[in-house]
């Protein structure tokens, strides 16, 4: 699909534009297409126009493609939220699990990835917005979520997640990602962790994410296009 060829090369253009801004030229944005919605050949078309990185919603919806398109096609990650009664279902099918909003999801991911001898890579999902129409542990509590995730032997805690605000404009988004990135510098002091992931920016304000420091975005229709 042409359009998805050169949808991800606009998309790289703005991400080496935005790294330059921020003067940080020479670092790797990871870039997750989220394909929520989208079949398979719109999968493997993504793929295919260089993308190695598929973020899926929901964990359904991952299973299903990924049966399609093959596990090893691509790095899958789960971005949206995990319901505990689905949680053993993406065990052995997840590289990047983005979206652990609390500690009992944690526990309870972290028993099964063990019984199944595995290992599994997780992102603590931050509410810097604290709306409460979102997911994830308030800014105040992630000290907390952060040494319980420690403490689980299951998962490789690699960094953290946050969404944009759901309405208000740049200055209102650039606030809870800088948030983020304050919050990651912190915990790193803390818990002696690396943390280099830093989840965070969408179609509409991935730049401004990678100006404030994002190591990774999540892109749906700026790569994809707009959703049937």
Not at 139 to 149: E, K, R, V, Y
Not at 175 to 202: H, I, K, W, Y
């Amino acid at each position: 699909m042409s359009s998805i060829i050169e949808n991800v090369a606009r998309v790289r253009e703005r991400v080496a534009g935005a790294l330059r801004r921020a003067g940080r030229d020479g670092h790797e944005i990871a870039m997750v297409a989220v394909t929520k919605t989208f079949d398979a050949d719109v999968v493997r078309a993504v793929i295919d126009a260089g993308i190695t990185d598929i973020g899926e919603n929901r964990v359904q919806e991952l299973v299903t493609k990924q049966d399609a398109v093959g596990r090893n096609a691509c790095r899958w990650h789960l971005v949206g939220p995990l319901q505990r009664n689905k949680a053993g279902k993406i065990v052995d099918r997840v590289d990047l699990m983005h979206a652990i909003d609390s500690v009992r999801i944690a526990e309870t991911l972290d028993r099964l990835v063990r019984e199944r001898g595995a290992r599994m890579r997780v992102l603590l999902e931050v509410n810097t917005s604290e709306e409460t129409s979102k997911h994830g542990v308030a800014p105040a509590q992630a000290p907390a979520a952060a040494d319980a995730l420690m403490r689980l032997e299951g998962l490789d805690w690699t960094g953290l997640m946050t969404i944009g605000p759901l309405s208000g404009g740049e200055v209102e988004a650039r606030a809870c990602f800088r948030a983020l990135a304050r919050l990651a510098e912190q915990l790193r002091a803390t818990t002696r962790r690396d943390l280099p992931v830093l989840s965070m920016g969408m179609s509409d304000d991935f730049e401004a994410a990678i100006e404030e420091g994002s190591t990774m975005i999540r892109v749906g229709r700026g790569i994809t296009g707009k959703r049937a």
